[in-house]
Structures are given as structure tokens and as C-alpha cells.
């Protein structure tokens, strides 16, 4: 017995994007969807590179009808883009440049594609690979998190629960987040087939990007989006459209900043917590509240300081990177990553990845990157490298790591204060860094 | 390299302040680089970075088309284009 559900679970007159041209309902873009579907490269695998939302989601569902498994890449470098296809040769790129060859806005203007009272999809297996996630890990190697079509919906029920509870009926959404995050995923792309949200065109970057889009869409309005831009949109001095919900991830929100947020839009922000491996968990109002509040389909367990959660929709245990502290059955407090992670601009890496490749850039005989302070966004780098120029070292890098880890400044050193067993201790690391960092020579 | 004019030079100036770029001169800034990616290796914390710095400094705020950071951010040369249009639009 194999149990399926609906693609799409909305009504169809209802409103699931805003167009360029206005509105699109639930039966314009499952008509849509289905006659995509047809005209896709027949591959197992696609890569959606559409950086509009709309677009994005309609290419998505159109793969899943398919029965295809969209491939989400951690970054656009073309290497990543290279590694991926060779781990999945039976793929294609979908998107500007890619060889699906169909322009999904033509699809959606075609008047075969019309309004009509019954959706008529086929539904999805439970069972069927809908999307493969990519996360950066120690080895290297991104490593592939398998959502099956049962996980994303269980986990977009539970998602649509948490973080629009208390917003009655529609609600139409801008998100900063690329859709090829899994953060961008489980809101522009996974909200609109399971609640009453209608997602924005836009993919806006700048402060007044964000206004712009704000101003194309009715109240009652979301901004989905992360520090990062929440801090440039705070200290742009712009004033903006209210907002009702605004949901922030991927990285810690100073309540400063969370304050100034509510201020601007004059509503609340919800802060929410969840990894690529489970997808979102837990929440909190960050301007009231101080711990977390896990979602029922949740399980977590702390024990020798190793976090741990559990659901039913999930194909197996989650280990997190971060510590935390249980409060309560479904409440904890956020301590800390654990060492090796980093987030940056909402991209994961890992240090010991990091530095690894570092050290084997030819010429570098040793080498660190590491954050100077709690406050610093960038990883510095010391290195040893006697015939390397800084700029060489970060053209070795450029090629292989996403540009956010690239450290600023390199500075380079005689030598690493190692210990004779070659550990690094962070105090010995910062009272060199003291010394040879640019300015450091300065007079005052 | 093409030299600098005087608002690129500012600019440029800018730029190395508000991104503590401390291992690049202003002045050697070449108008017609790259400011991402190749170039002078720029990336999106810095696009936001520079765009609140113009904004408090010249009063413009930046926008991006359909690929973010594209034309305008291209190089010196044109992110100055752009603003001294764009100031020069505000104040007429």
C-alpha cells in the first residue's frame, strides 16, 4: 500500500504568486505546472537555477510531476555546479542559461493554461526523491540530504503551524533567500503549495529592492530573510510598507537588531532555528522571547553535550551542530555552535574543511583562518608562505570556496606559534594576530 | 590601467574604508576592473556593505535588475555612473 498526496493543496481561485503582470491563481499555475511538466528534458535529475521565486516554483513543481528530483546546490560557483553533474550525470540545468529551453513565462501566458474549477494533478508518492540538499561538511564533499516527497510535506505542515500561526487567511510574501537554500526552499517554495501564501516575483537584494517589492504586494504582507540583509535594511534609513510577519534564519539576530526590524515594519519578528538535515524545528518571538519553543512534530534529546532530534517525517536521527540546553520536553536555549562550523551570509562551511584547503595551496607551509572576534563577520588568515603574495593565496582559494569564506586580511607570518604537539591554542592564535595584523604597527 | 578621475578616486576611497580592504590602495583601484568575482574579488556581504555606505554618503540607494550587482556594480567606472546620475536625479 503506498500512500500519496497532493502537489498543490490549495483551492484554486485562491492566489499563489504576484506576476509582473499581477496575481496568478492556484489553477493558472497548476495548469502551468502540468504542461511544463510535458516539455521537460526526460533526466532523473534537475538543477533549478531560477533566482525568481515564481519561476523557481513552477519549474519545481513541474519537475516533481515529472518525477524528477531537484538538485540545490550550496553555492553558483561553476565548480559546484561541474561536481554536482558528475555526481548526477542523469541531469540538466533548468533556468537562465540551461538546457531545459523553455521559458516558464511563456508557459504561464499561454491561454491553453486557463483558469478552471478542478486542478486535476496527479498526486505525488510519498515515496518519491523530491529534492537532494547539499551541505558543506569536513570532509569537503557536500554531502546530499534526501527529501522525500512525505518529509517536505510533513515538514511544510509543520512549518505553515509554526511560523504563520496567529496570521488568518492570505498572506502574500517577499523572501531576500535564494529558493536553491533550503531556508529559501521551505518558504517561497514550500509555503504556497500548503497554506494561503502568495510569493513575490521579486528576488530583491538591496534595502530598496525589498521596498519596491513590498510596495508590488498587498497587505497583509511577510518578508522572509536573514541577518545579513535584515541589518541592511535597518541601517538604510528607507521606511517601508508594514509588515505584518517578518521570519528570520539562518544565523543569530541580535535583539537590537530584531527591535530596530519591528520598529521599521510594525510587526513581529519571528526568529526560527532548523538545519538543512531537518529543516526548520523551533521558533521564537525574538523581541519577548529568550528561549526556543519546538514544533510538535519534533523530538529533541541532549545528552554529553550532543544534541539530537527526531520526527516522524524524518528518514532518521538529525545530529546538530549546535548546543543547546533543554529547558522543558519542548523548549531549550541556544548555546553555541559547535567549533567547526561556520556561517557566513547564511552559507555553511566548515573550518577544518577551510583550513585544509588552505594548507594545500602550493607555496603554504602552514597556514589558519579563524574569526579575531565574536563580532567579526570574516575569517581572517595567518600563513606561511615565503614565495606567495596574499593576493596569490586568495586566487588559489577564489576557485575552490565560496566567496564569503575567503579570508580578509591574509597576513602573512614566519611562523605558526604551534605547540610541540602542533596544537594551535585561539589564545596564542589572537596574541600573534595582535601583533601582525594590518594597522597593528601603527602609531596611535 | 585607465586612471582615475577625481569621483572615482573618491569612490574608490570609499569603498576601501567601508570594507577594510587593508591590503589594497584606493589609488591602485583600476577604473575599469572588476569590482566581483575576478577584479578586485568582491562578494554579496560587500555589495550590501558599499550600498549603505553610498546611501549615507551620497544619498542614493541602490538597486539591482534581475541578476543582483550586475551592470551597475560592474566596475568602478560604472557603480560611479550610476550614483552621479542618481544624485544628479535627486537634486533636480
Known amino acids: 500500500m503506498h500512500a500519496n498526496s497532493n502537489l498543490v493543496n490549495r483551492t484554486p481561485d485562491q492566489f499563489i504568486a504576484w506576476t509582473r503582470t499581477g496575481p496568478l491563481t492556484v489553477a493558472q499555475f497548476a495548469r502551468a505546472a502540468d504542461h511544463v511538466a510535458t516539455k521537460l528534458p526526460d533526466r532523473r535529475f534537475v538543477l533549478n537555477l531560477y533566482a525568481n521565486p515564481v519561476d523557481y516554483l513552477l519549474g519545481f ?82 554531502s546530499p540530504n534526501l527529501k522525500y516527497w512525505n518529509t517536505l510535506r510533513e515538514g511544510t505542515l509543520s512549518n505553515v503551524a509554526m511560523m504563520l500561526r496567529n496570521l488568518e487567511g492570505p498572506v502574500n510574501m517577499v523572501s531576500t533567500v535564494p529558493p536553491q537554500h533550503m531556508w529559501g526552499m521551505e518558504n517561497s517554495v514550500l509555503l504556497p503549495l500548503f497554506s494561503e501564501t502568495a510569493i513575490a516575483h521579486q528576488a530583491p537584494f538591496y534595502p530598496q529592492d525589498v521596498k519596491e517589492a513590498l510596495q508590488n504586494i498587498p497587505a497583509p504582507r511577510v518578508l522572509v530573510s536573514t541577518p545579513v540583509h535584515l541589518a541592511a535594511i535597518a541601517g538604510s534609513g528607507l521606511d517601508f510598507e508594514p509588515v505584518k510577519r517578518v521570519l528570520c534564519a539562518t544565523a543569530p539576530l541580535s535583539l537590537s537588531l530584531a527591535g530596530a526590524i519591528e520598529s521599521l515594519f510594525g510587526g513581529e519578528l519571528l526568529e526560527v532555528f532548523g538545519c538543512t538535515e531537518s529543516g526548520i524545528i523551533a521558533s521564537r518571538f525574538r523581541t519577548r522571547e529568550e528561549e526556543w519553543t519546538l514544533a510538535d512534530a519534533f523530538r529533541l534529546d541532549v545528552s554529553s553535550g550532543q544534541a539530537t532530534i527526531s520526527a516522524d517525517h524524518l528518514p532518521g536521527e538529525v545530529r546538530l551542530q549546535d548546543m543547546v540546553e533543554k529547558t522543558a520536553d519542548q523548549q531549550f536555549r541556544w548555546l553555541g555552535r559547535h567549533q567547526d562550523l561556520v556561517n557566513i551570509a547564511g ?80 589564545k596564542a592564535l589572537l596574541d600573534l594576530y595582535q601583533k601582525v595584523k594590518p594597522g597593528a604597527g601603527a602609531p596611535s | 590601467m585607465s586612471s582615475q578621475t577625481k569621483q572615482e578616486s573618491e569612490l574608490a576611497r570609499l569603498i576601501v574604508d567601508s570594507l577594510n580592504l587593508e591590503d589594497v590602495e584606493a589609488g591602485d583601484i583600476d577604473p575599469e576592473a572588476l569590482l566581483f568575482g575576478d577584479g578586485l574579488g568582491l562578494d554579496s556581504i560587500d555589495a550590501l556593505e558599499i550600498a549603505l555606505a553610498i546611501s549615507q554618503k551620497y544619498g542614493v540607494q541602490l538597486k539591482s535588475e534581475d541578476e543582483h550587482m550586475k551592470e551597475t556594480f560592474r566596475t568602478l567606472r560604472s557603480l560611479n555612473q550610476f550614483i552621479q546620475t542618481h544624485s544628479s536625479m535627486a537634486r533636480a
Request: proline share 10%.
Open chain 1, 61 to 142: 513543481c513541474a519537475s516533481t510531476l515529472a518525477g524528477q528530483c531537484t538538485l540545490m546546490p550550496p553555492n553558483r560557483l561553476q565548480k559546484t555546479l561541474d561536481d554536482i553533474r558528475l555526481d548526477y550525470p542523469d541531469s540538466y540545468l533548468l533556468g537562465p542559461g540551461g538546457s531545459g529551453g523553455l521559458d516558464i513565462r511563456d508557459c504561464l501566458a499561454d491561454p491553453a493554461v486557463a483558469d478552471s474549477g478542478d486542478l486535476g494533478l496527479p498526486p505525488i508518492p510519498d515515496s518519491q526523491l523530491t529534492a537532494i540538499a547539499f551541505t558543506s561538511g569536513s570532509t569537503g564533499l557536500p
Open chain 1, 347 to 426: 552559507k555553511r562551511g566548515s573550518l577544518v574543511d577551510l583550513n585544509r584547503r588552505l594548507e594545500q595551496v602550493p607555496g603554504v607551509t602552514d597556514g589558519v583562518m579563524f574569526f579575531p572576534t565574536d563580532e567579526h563577520k570574516r575569517l581572517a588568515a595567518m600563513v606561511v608562505a615565503p614565495d606567495l603574495a596574499p593576493a596569490d593565496i586568495r586566487e588559489a582559494l577564489k576557485r575552490q570556496v565560496d566567496p564569503v569564506f575567503l579570508p580578509r586580511p591574509i597576513v602573512k607570518v614566519d611562523e605558526l606559534p604551534r605547540s610541540a604537539s602542533g596544537k594551535l591554542t585561539r
